[in-house]
């Protein structure tokens, strides 16, 4: 029972050395591992400002543990809302290596949160922006 309890704790400790939260209850990767005010940038990109989108891209590689699994996720419901074509656009202006962090991020965001692995045919610009890994990401393994 200790151990379990211990577990616990140490799982509630390290959420929240990953993200922040307001008062409504939603959680953001930390401030200090971004160094944006990401509630704020988050919310000008969800109402269609590409420079926020931008800058959301261009944290992609800062974060990590739950701060990088929550930033997956809004980079997710980003691209569905923005539509392939301008999510492309924005993201084909940055450096390689913000477009490679942005695609690894959603080829996770695709198989955690909406339980697939393919996403080409879907979003055929945004997944053509970077070499994916040999397009065989997460692929099943052989047994």
Same mark, same amino acid.
């Given at each position: 029972?200790?151990?379990?309890?211990?577990?616990?704790?140490?799982?509630? *400790?390290?959420?929240?050395?990953?993200?922040?939260?307001?008062?409504?209850?939603?959680?953001?990767?930390?401030?200090?591992?971004?160094?944006?005010?990401?509630?704020?940038?988050?919310?000008?990109?969800?109402?269609?400002?590409?420079?926020?989108?931008?800058?959301?891209?261009?944290?992609?590689?800062? *974060?990590?543990?739950?701060?990088?699994?929550?930033?997956?996720?809004?980079?997710?419901?980003?691209?569905?809302?923005?539509?392939?074509?301008?999510?492309?656009?924005?993201?084909?202006?940055?450096?390689?290596?913000?477009?490679?962090?942005?695609?690894?991020?959603?080829?996770?965001?695709? *198989?955690?949160?909406?339980?697939?692995?393919?996403?080409?045919?879907?979003?055929?610009?945004?997944?053509?922006?970077?070499?994916?890994?040999?397009?065989?990401?997460?692929?099943?393994?052989?047994?």
């Amino acid at each position: 029972m200790n151990k379990i309890l211990l577990l616990c704790c140490a799982f509630v *400790v390290s959420w929240g050395k990953c993200v922040e939260g307001n008062e409504k209850g939603a959680d953001y990767p930390r401030r200090d591992q971004t160094g944006i005010d990401y509630p704020r940038v988050l919310a000008a990109a969800r109402i269609g400002d590409d420079a926020a989108l931008s800058m959301l891209f261009s944290v992609t590689r800062k *974060v990590d543990g739950l701060g990088s699994e929550l930033h997956c996720h809004y980079l997710l419901e980003l691209l569905k809302q923005y539509g392939d074509f301008r999510f492309s656009t924005v993201l084909a202006k940055e450096p390689a290596s913000s477009r490679t962090a942005v695609i690894r991020a959603l080829n996770f965001a695709f *198989v955690t949160f909406d339980k697939r692995r393919g996403w080409s045919i879907d979003f055929p610009y945004t997944y053509k922006l970077t070499p994916n890994e040999k397009r065989k990401v997460y692929r099943e393994p052989h047994i």
